[in-house]
């Protein structure tokens, strides 16, 4: 498998700036692997998704959401996914919460292009249903330690 750019983005919004393209592999059909960094600037701080770190694209349950994985929010997808499971990096550093990271999705969506009603939806539903994934990568973090 050869590693492909799902979309180019450089786009600028009033919430924040893609910095990098998103460069994935896909591993199975469902778990993508990234092979370059995603970065993603808003307000002064840097938010970096690293490289090797393994996506599904949108954590929304199929059952509440529609969306394809080839989506035009795979970027705030990645950003907020790789926020949940404890690997997005933050210059400067501090510690993210729950609704940090949901907000991030929410305004990375703005930043690229994502319309007004979708952004909403989506922000709902990872509001209502985060704490599921937010949960179970904080267990998992705390069995590491």
């Known amino acids: 498998m050869t590693p492909c750019a799902l979309r180019t ?14 460069v994935v592999k896909d591993i199975d059909g469902d778990k993508w692997l990234l092979t370059a960094p995603l970065w993603y600037q ?7 998704a690293p ?6 694209l949108a954590s929304i349950p199929a059952v509440v959401f529609w969306r394809r994985k080839s989506g035009t929010h795979n970027e705030a997808a990645v950003i907020h996914d790789a926020g949940y499971a ?5 210059d400067p550093h501090r510690v993210l919460s729950r609704e940090d990271v949901d907000h991030l999705f929410r305004d990375g969506m703005e930043a690229l292009g994502v319309s007004r ?29």
């Not at 808003?42 to 970096?48: N, V």
């Not at 490289?51 to 599904?56: A, H, I, L, M, N």
């Not at 404890?86 to 933050?90: D, E, F, H, N």
């Not at 509001?127 to 705390?142: I, T, V």
Request: hydrophobic fraction near 40%.
């Open 117 to 145: 009603w979708t952004r909403m939806v989506e922000f709902r539903v990872v509001r209502l249903c985060g704490w599921l994934p937010w949960n179970r990568y904080r267990k998992a973090e705390d069995a590491k330690t």
């Open 42 to 48: 808003q307000h002064g701080t840097l938010y970096i």
């Open 9 to 22: 983005v450089t786009t600028m919004a009033s919430k924040g700036e893609f910095l990098s393209d998103l």
């Open 86 to 90: 404890g690997q997005l990096i933050v």
């Open 51 to 56: 490289s090797g770190f393994v996506t599904d």
